[in-house]
């Protein structure tokens, strides 16, 4: 029976995840910023097979409350077997260009309060000397398009977090799982135009049990995405800076 | 976004906004003068679609609430796809009251159309086994309702069409099985009157039954198809196995794929696929309830102008003639599809005031979208069904008059007077000739 920390826990691709999880009879501890929707996330897991689950609420940007929150998870689960950190927002990338305050604001949500948690997580398992941590990360950090890229620096940034951890904590039993998903169908993106390159989040969570299950260090969800990005990654930048991405 | 939402025939085709709710205390936008809500899209016609308007996505409402296991009561959020419930209750014994020919409803989608299935003879319609919901009004009212709080909301959002306002969750009784195995036997018979005799014979002792009919057979040969009727077994395990496998109709083909030709073959080789007069096997409950489920995207094979279903139910006394007529008027236009279905229904009442099953019998096939002869042919089985009494089911019409409408569903007027101001759909208006 794994015991799951879940943070983001409202988003749509944690809650296909946590319900895959709560089949599987985990423990689980759910941190998110909307109540009522934790509590109705609770009341389904326990239905679905889970063990037991906890929450608290609480906005991520408050990084001064994360040592708390996790002291939290830890006391309600006794140790971590699973660290998903799902949390996020989709950036108005004009609204950004037009304000450093939002744009810091992003950069904050995206980036620094998972380095925050990531910090506060790495020596937690390193001491426990086992255990996973799952970041979603996106394939818009691997390279910053002009149409994307406060959010594309912010996730870039997670991304070279995560391989600096995974580095640090691969000798220690700890497996670090970077997750790039690509388009998902999800309420962040309810106002852009879905094509055929879009999946739903059932199949991303599968795609993230896998990568946990198989000890994965990079996943790309779904897998045409590590050839897409490849392909973008290899235009030379005297190309790319023209192109309208 | 218009193409995302459309309903299972493709037609008709139009253009609405849409939003979706992501949790369930959340409100419905206010000030908006025609929203309808909008579960899976398996409602073949324009009852799920809201021209101008605006349509309220509950596919984020799929929390479960609370499973007593042991009394089988369910309750969830009305966005949750029937799929989605036999996954965590079969192997725990337990099975839907009443489940339609597809699992990818929603429960919203099932209490608003009241849907039936192969046990109305025993079980009635999914609404009779219905406790409690709660129904979202557009002023923010959430009202509690069930056969013994806000009972006349409780009556008119049972076969509602969604036009009372959001059901957000409900509860619901569950049937105890034993295995999730189905015994099951097909009978090849040859005549209308042979499916007859056969539904009464098998009704008393069989929980589920139906027939699929050759609808391009003629003379003697009318009617004849495949009786299927069977019970849960009793031995066998209880597994809710997800689809092994599935295939997807990838595209819209440039025409139907339909026609008189490929219906005769179908047809004639579905019906002589069998050669003994009757097998019987053991399978999985998927196989015997879904049988279609495992072909995505089936809707497409009609091409890009969709397809109409033809779904009504005639009254005991007259089933019979009727339902030669309306063959024989199928049989000899040479459309249909390939799988009509016939069924007899049993006597027992839904509690909805428009629920569309009575006690006698109920023919449904699918028709290529060819506007003049489709729309012809349908006005020759409407005489047929106004001269017997039958009535036509909502959640497969696109092409019912207000009139007949207004004459199948005594009750539309104490519907009218409960529905939300707010809430309309494409459906609703056509009938009341808005």
Redesign the interface.
Known sequence: MKKVLIIGATS?IAISTSRLLAVRGSQMFLVGR?E??LR??K??LL??GADKVGYVSMDLNETQRHGECLNEAIAFLGALDIVLIAHGTLSDQQACEASVELTLGEIKTNALSTVSLLTLLANLLENQGSGVLAVISSVAGDRGRGSNYVYGSAKAMVDAFLSGLRNRLSKKGVQVLTIKPGFVDT?MT?EL??GILWADPDTIAKGILLGIDKGRNIVYLPFFWRYIMLIIKFVPEFVFKRLSL | ?TK?YQSWGMYPKVEQDD??L????QNLPADCPSMLPFGNGRSYGDSCLNADGLVVDTR?LN?????DSALGLLRC?AGLLLSEILE?VVPQGWFLPVTPGTKYVTVGGAIANDVHGKNHHVAGTFGCHVKRFELLRSDGERLCCSPTEHVDFFAATIGGLGLTGMIVWAEFQLQRITSSDMDMECIKYDSLEDFFLLSAESDLDYEYSMAWVDCTAKGSKLGRGHFLRGNHANTGGLQATEQAFSLSVPVVPPVSLVNSLTLRVFNTLYYERQRQSSVKNTSHYESFFYPLDWVLRMNRIYGPNGFQQYQCVIPRQQSEDAIREILTAISFSGMGSFLAVLKVCGDIDSPGLMSFPKCGTTLALDFSNNSSKTAALFKVLDEILIAAEGRLYPAKDAHMSGELFKSCYPNWGEVCRLKDPNFSSSFWRRVMQE
Do not use: G, H, Q, W
């Open positions: 749509a909307n009522v929707s109705a996330s009341d389904d239905v679905r309420p309810a135009a879905k | 976004m995302k939003i979706c992501t949790d369930r205390y984020y929390n479960f609430i609370s499973f959020e965590l």
